[in-house]
């Protein structure tokens, strides 16, 4: 008969503001339904994002979850150390013909959308026209070689091809879901100056940090179609997700870093308890 899997959740901010209610609610809804399946609660730093990234964000983010009362296991992951797990990723799917490199810059994207006047939309909008994937090997080879900026681009095509066809996963508010990766195009995995992309880091971290279900805002929901794929390339396990309702201020706004007033610190600052959060946010 085989083990139960152990239940592995976790709660991976990037460190590019103060959190706020809305992030206060994930994590406490992570970090208790871990509580409630006798689990590990996982605190990462998803800190990618070189030039927004900050030391008194990262800080801050220890700081406001303890102030809530929650606990981690130490040491915390910080993405930005582990640049060579990503590498060894992005080297895979290459070497799988999977990925190509993409010089062209945002103008040069949008002009040929515009001039195509009925580009195919995505969850993210008009999908990447494919330009650079009609370029030859030697031309690829060539720019490059001229210290071009890229980036690396998925072939969705052939990534479908290869692991995609049929997948599903399971959402525990929606249901089971058939993937549809193809919807997002050519999306970016990396950059030339940076190993990897949000979908990328979060898929590899998961899987190396054994994560069995992902607990996360809607917002990030048709991220999901992109995720179990690269799973499936990459041959790692396919958590369980669980997309939760976002969180919105009174005036039907959705909470965000820019909204200093709705942070944890100003909410400290303002007298309240972890007590009187966790109450207004309904939990």
């Known amino acids: 008969m085989t083990a139960p899997t152990e239940f592995v959740t976790r709660f991976a901010p990037s460190p590019t503001g103060r959190l706020h209610l809305g992030h206060a609610y994930s994590a406490l809804l992570a970090y208790r339904r871990a509580e409630h399946e006798g689990g590990r609660f996982i605190l990462r730093i998803e800190d990618i994002d070189r030039s927004r990234s900050r030391p008194e964000f990262d800080a801050g983010i220890l700081e406001d979850l303890a102030w809530l009362g929650l606990a981690w296991e130490a040491p915390v992951r910080r993405q930005s150390a582990h640049m060579g797990d990503f590498r060894a990723a992005l080297d895979r799917l290459e070497a799988d013909g999977l990925l190509y490199p993409c010089f062209c810059t945002r103008r040069e994207i949008a002009d040929e959308i515009a001039a195509s006047g009925n580009a195919p939309h995505g969850p993210d909008g008009a999908r990447y026209p494919g330009i650079c994937r009609r370029l030859s090997a030697d031309e690829r080879e060539e720019r490059m070689a001229s210290g071009a900026a890229y980036a690396l681009r998925l072939d969705m095509a052939r990534a479908v091809a290869a692991g995609g066809a ?12 058939t993937a ?22 979060v898929t590899v971290d998961d899987a190396l940090q054994g994560v069995t279900h992902v607990i996360r805002g809607e917002d990030l929901f048709h991220a999901t179609h992109i995720h179990v794929l690269l799973q499936a390339l990459l041959g790692v396990a396919m958590p369980v997700y669980h997309h939760h309702a976002l969180i919105y201020d009174e005036s039907g ?7 200093r007033s709705a942070t944890l610190a100003a909410c400290r600052e303002a007298g309240m308890t972890p007590a009187e959060v966790t109450a207004k946010l309904g939990l």
Do not use: C, M, N, Q
């Open 180 to 201: 549809d990766p193809e919807s997002f195009g050519d999306v970016v995995l990396a950059r030339k100056d940076t190993p990897t992309s949000y979908h990328l880091a």
């Open 166 to 177: 049929s997948l599903t996963w399971r959402d525990e508010r929606a249901g089971d879901i």
């Open 253 to 259: 706004r959705r909470f965000a870093k820019r909204d």
